[in-house]
Antibody
Framework: QVQLQESGPGLVKPSQTLSLTCTVSGDSISSGGYYWNWIRQHPGKALECIGYIYYSGSTYYNPSLKSRVTISVDTSKNQFSLKLSSVTAADTAVYYC?????????????WGQGTLVTVSS | DIQMTQSPSSLSASVGDRVTITCRAS??????LNWYQHKPGKAPKLLIYAASTLQSGVPSRFSGSGSGSEFTLIISSLQPEDFASYYC?????????FGQGTKLEIK
């Protein structure tokens, strides 16, 4: 059974960088065939795709966040990470990681439980 | 970006009821439409992909239909464990986008 688990600080100060890690079990990122995604949900709002990474390191970022986002992968630890710079209160959200088959039109088939990140001084 | 409009935003129903949730896209997107169930504090769960294909392990009381820009999720006979939030999501073009969600509550 594939499982994903987000981890990282729950509180980040404005203008700092939000850093989260997703640890994958039950699947190997280095096996390929899947995109590894970050998705967030602001309180009371729709889910928003942040971007994804392939095991090779190739990435896609949502244009609305592209200037502030970096997604990286550590295949030795079977983890991938999110960094979001220059955060503001508008970045307060529940952050999820999710797996997606690397094929056109594929859904997100496994998700983490999510982690709440609050941006506040 | 493709805008996804989901309705209703909330719904009260009883065990055994038939429930219909609708998702409309701002443009044509073939059948690249997925449905998720989400319970508080849990990982979202994929129910249906490609508009009408049931994910493995999902009960057959869930069904999906539609193509183009209008899609429907039907729960044929509500069970206690079905009270949750439901989201549609388009995987036709990036950035992939979601509906605002439908919160299904017990009447």
């Amino acid at each position: 059974q594939v499982q994903l688990q987000e981890s990282g600080p729950g509180l980040v100060k404005p203008s700092q960088t939000l850093s989260l890690t997703c640890t994958v079990s039950g699947d190997s990122i280095s096996s390929g065939g899947y995109y590894w995604n970050w998705i967030r949900q602001h309180p009371g709002k729709a889910l928003e795709c942040i971007g994804y990474i392939y095991y090779s390191g190739s990435t896609y970022y949502n244009p609305s966040l592209k200037s502030r986002v970096t997604i990286s992968v550590d295949t030795s630890k079977n983890q991938f990470s999110l960094k979001l710079s220059s955060v503001t209160a508008a970045d307060t959200a529940v952050y999820y990681c999710a797996r997606q088959e690397a094929a056109a039109g594929s859904p997100f088939d496994y998700w983490g439980q999510g982690t709440l990140v609050t941006v506040s001084s | 970006d493709i805008q996804m409009t989901q309705s209703p935003s909330s719904l009260s129903a009883s065990v055994g009821d038939r429930v219909t949730i609708t998702c409309r896209a701002s443009q044509f997107m073939s059948t690249y439409l997925n449905w998720y169930q989400h319970k508080p504090g849990k990982a979202p769960k994929l129910l249906i992909y490609a508009a009408s294909t049931l994910q493995s392990g999902v009960p057959s009381r869930f069904s999906g239909s539609g193509s183009g820009s209008e899609f429907t999720l039907i729960i044929s006979s509500l069970q206690p464990e079905d009270f949750a939030s439901y989201y549609c999501q388009q995987s036709y073009s990036t950035p992939y986008t979601f509906g605002q969600g439908t919160k299904l509550e017990i009447k």
